[in-house]
């Protein structure tokens, strides 16, 4: 079992099992059930340009991810892009 599932399952156990909430341990509370709704997000123009340089910051890693996977594995294709290699 992977060491993050097993403290994250030990936590709410002991958390549960003592009552720390009425101790003065603060936690997470109710969390609402179902999926949030879908909407397009309200932006102005001076936001959209406030993320327009991370957003090609991510777009070179992710592109230069794919491309270091494509040439340290000959035989690989990596999907979604035009890199591959046989």
Do not use: N, Y
Not at 46 to 51: A, M, Q, T, V
Not at 62 to 78: D, K, M, Y
């Amino acid at each position: 079992m992977p060491g993050g599932l097993v403290v994250l399952v030990l936590s709410i156990s002991v958390s549960a099992g003592f009552d720390l909430s009425h101790h003065g341990v603060d936690t997470v509370g109710k969390i609402p059930t179902g999926l949030p709704s879908v909407a397009w997000p309200h932006l102005t123009l001076s936001e959209l340009w406030l993320l327009v340089p991370s957003s090609i910051g991510m777009m070179l890693v992710i592109f230069s991810e794919a491309l270091g996977q494509a040439r340290t594995s000959p035989t690989s294709t990596v999907t979604g892009s035009c890199l591959t290699r046989k």
